[in-house]
């Protein structure tokens, strides 16, 4: 027995960073690779920490790989001092108490399990040796009353004394200190009491990922689930008292495994890791993905009938996922992105020793109990390399490209040194997979835009106006520059222009838009083979009759935006976003840092401006105001009031509201589109009237949908068709009457809306 536990116990010392790590093999062993829950691993685990010095880390090894941070280790590390320091002072006891044959004889038995406590209990189960040691204390000092012998009295008596000495010396122990709270649950014979204090990440043998699996002693806020391809992903948020940090607690599908297939996984993952991806498959992901997809499934077939295992074909598909996530794939990452409702995923260095921080829906920044290996993080560095053409390194030390995975879509940034100087680091930012629409921002749980504001910015989209999105970093500017696409009508053609892509092209074009999609260099990339921003303006004038959306507004190539805008007035939409927290931000950047003419800079014709709002600890995104942008100025925009607002944020309401500019038809930007329409030149009351019905029909269909039970029908897929219709009955009815009535409009609306919804129903 003595030899196979020897056997299991195989470790190997070795530097990663600054931390010096312990690894020890436990594959062989019959008992769990813990400290908390294995009395004879943590006794072994203070033997090899009092042959070896320096330990930050601790990692066992059994089919998982289970990792104590310093932090934990720490504990056994004071513990192992104390361990050897009595070990080695218990001759010395024996000399001082064991003085003659009588005293040898007197002292034996309790100095037999003194000795035991000392020399065994301590370091397998320290906690234990601190209440038997305070219970034997307890019985040796009752003895001091009943000894007639003065000789063994003295002995009794230096006996105590040494045994209180060393209790205050276990009592001071960190482990104990951090145990003693939670000695009211403490049964002898027990450890789950050290589970309270070890908390090791966990990973099986074939990811590099580091999690913490264990729940945390926290108020559990909410739960739930979501799927990622066919798999479940178990989602728990945890609030602490007196701690403002919330925890985004993920489970992923490979760690409800059994043991044997992670030995298959395992397997898999060695033999499919012969084979390195090259740049040229790295070109078209979605095919590589697939292809290495149904290689893992026929390995992982082979594997299994080899192996004489009974797995069903569900669970090899499962595997297979897994197995592409770890390979070609970006792990667990691609798992936190496949959730709907994260926003962001940050990587900060050094890594390995902070978890992965998120952004959510609901919760606002979280951290994760997921902590990314050195090894991972470098790993995915080199396959966002490949995917986008563009070097990451020292010369280049900035990397902005996007991942698309079936489920998601992403934005990365990546930093190396010299930048990040501690390592890598990474910023994702999700889209989701179809592009936003205005049903979907109306919604109360949303809020971020009202019924009101929808129609009014579906009027001057219609009406071909330059609009520019002015937002701080994470304020919904992409977003909402992808839903404005979902407002314009199949029939336009559209030109979109970003460095790296956000916006939703694939599913506009899966939708029947007529759209082409142009990439430019990144303004923070070196110079090489991409297109510069503002030749890419240039060329879409080029391009022929088309919508023109920029993607950001970054640099120089605001100078040709501008030029595109000019020479897109009144024929069509130009549209973009910018770094911007007000109109004349707006202006200060374009003219005083870029240097667009102010002659250009009238080129615009609205701003609408998104930004975060606050309340308590959270953030809601917000649409804070619409803004036109008035002609008749000369030096500055804001002292000679030419930025009027449309509507405006209040707080109060949490609600978009028409300013009294809009509502007196005081708006020039509005009047001059309506000169050039028939049904609104010079009528105030019907554009304000086109201009509520556009409310109304987007109202009826959030209302029809929730009401209906099919949130689905909010999509871009639904809210294309449905935008649609609004223009063919609208068209319909001008033709018939001879003039736009609104309130006919609405019902055939409505009553094409609900036949739909009923339809929908009975084919589901």
């Not at 205050?168 to 122990?173: H, P, V």
């Not at 080029?542 to 970054?554: N, T």
Request: proline share 4%.
């Amino acid at each position: 027995m003595i030899d196979d536990i020897k056997a299991c116990f195989e470790y190997e010392t070795y530097h990663e960073g600054e931390n010096k790590i312990l690894k020890v093999s436990m594959e062989h062993c019959n008992f769990p690779p813990s400290i908390e829950y294995s009395e004879i691993c943590m006794g072994k685990l203070i033997d090899i920490l009092e042959r070896n010095s320096g330990i930050n880390i601790i990692i066992l090894t059994q089919l998982r790989e289970y990792e104590y941070d310093f932090s934990q280790v720490s504990l056994l590390i004071e513990l192992t001092a104390l361990y050897r320091k009595l070990t080695r002072e218990e001759r010395k006891y024996h000399s001082q108490l064991i003085v003659d044959p009588n005293h040898e004889r007197y002292i034996k038995g309790s100095y037999a399990e003194f000795q035991k406590i000392i020399s065994k209990t301590l370091k397998e189960d320290p906690f234990a040796a601190f209440v038997e040691l305070k219970r034997f204390h307890r019985r040796e000092k009752t003895k001091l009353n009943i000894i007639n012998d003065q000789r063994h009295s003295m002995t009794q008596q230096m006996f105590v004394r040494i045994v209180e000495n060393i209790l205050e010396q276990i009592e001071r122990l960190k482990i104990i200190n951090l145990l003693l709270p939670h000695a009211d649950k403490y049964e002898v014979g027990s450890r789950d009491l050290y589970g309270n204090i070890f908390h090791p990440t966990t990973r099986p043998d074939f990811m590099y990922t580091k999690l913490v699996t264990e729940f945390p002693d926290g108020n559990l806020q909410d739960s739930y689930i979501f799927k990622s391809g066919q798999d479940d992903c178990e989602v728990n948020i945890f609030q602490f008292e007196g701690n403002i940090r919330t925890l985004y607690h993920l489970i992923p599908p490979e760690f409800l495994f059994e043991e044997d297939l992670y030995q298959l996984l395992d397997d898999a993952k060695r033999i499919l890791s012969e084979h390195k991806p090259t740049q040229e498959e790295f070109v078209n992901p979605e095919r590589m993905r697939e292809v290495f997809l149904n290689i893992g499934k026929d390995l992982l077939n082979d594997l299994i009938q080899h192996k004489n295992l009974n797995v069903s074909e569900e669970m090899v598909d499962q595997l297979a996922q897994a197995l592409l996530r770890y390979t070609v794939g970006f792990g667990i990452i691609e798992l936190l992105l496949a959730d709907p409702k994260v926003q962001d995923v940050n990587i900060n260095s050094p890594n390995g020793e902070l978890p992965i921080f998120i952004v959510h829906q609901d919760y606002g920044d979280c951290y994760t109990n997921v902590f990314p290996t050195r090894l991972e993080v470098e790993s995915w560095a080199t396959k966002l390399r490949l995917i986008s053409g563009r070097p990451l390194d020292e010369a280049n030390p900035i990397l902005d490209t996007e991942l698309k995975v079936t489920g998601f879509s992403s934005r990365v940034s990546a930093l190396t040194a010299p930048l990040s100087p501690l390592g890598l680091s990474f910023s994702f930012r999700r889209h989701r997979d179809y592009p936003w629409t205005f049903p979907l921002y109306m919604q109360k749980n949303i809020g971020y835009m009202n019924s009101l504001a929808a129609g009014l910015l579906s009027f001057l989209l219609d009406n071909n106006a330059t609009i520019l999105i002015a937002g701080t970093r994470s304020s919904g500017k992409s977003s909402l520059l992808g839903s404005f696409l979902v407002e314009l009508s199949r029939r336009t053609r559209i030109i979109t222009l970003e460095d790296t892509f956000e916006l939703p092209q694939e599913s506009l074009r899966r939708l029947g838009y007529n759209l082409e999609s142009l990439k430019v260099a990144s303004a923070l990339s070196s110079p090489g083979s991409e297109v510069d921003p503002s030749i890419g303006i240039r060329s879409t004038l080029r391009l022929g009759d088309s919508a023109i959306f920029v993607g950001e507004v970054r640099s120089k190539e605001a100078i040709a935006l501008f030029e595109a805008m000019r020479v897109g007035a009144a024929a069509n939409v130009v549209s973009g976003t910018i770094h911007a927290d007000s109109p004349y931000g707006v202006y200060d950047r374009v003219v005083n840092d870029i240097g667009v003419p102010k002659t250009s800079f009238k080129a615009i014709d609205i701003i609408v401006t998104t930004n975060p709002v606050i309340s308590g600890l959270k953030k809601y995104k917000r649409v804070l105001r619409i803004t036109e942008v008035r002609k008749e100025w000369e030096n500055d925009p804001l002292q000679e009031k030419a930025f009027v607002d449309l509507m405006v944020y209040n707080p109060k309401t949490d609600q978009l509201e028409f300013s009294d500019e809009l509502i007196n038809g005081n708006s020039d930007i509005l009047k001059r589109m309506a000169s050039r329409i028939k049904e609104f030149a010079g009528d105030w009351d019907a554009i304000w009237d086109n201009i509520n019905l556009r409310s109304n029909y987007k109202q009826a269909i959030v209302d029809s949908c929730l009401e209906a039970g099919m949130k689905n029908l909010l999509e871009a897929d639904f809210i294309v068709q449905a935008n649609d219709q609004f223009h063919l009955i609208s068209d319909k009815i001008k033709n018939r009457e001879g003039k736009l009535n609104s309130e006919r409009i609405l019902f055939e609306f409505k009553e094409w809306l609900q036949k739909e919804i009923r339809k929908r129903k009975t084919e589901i």
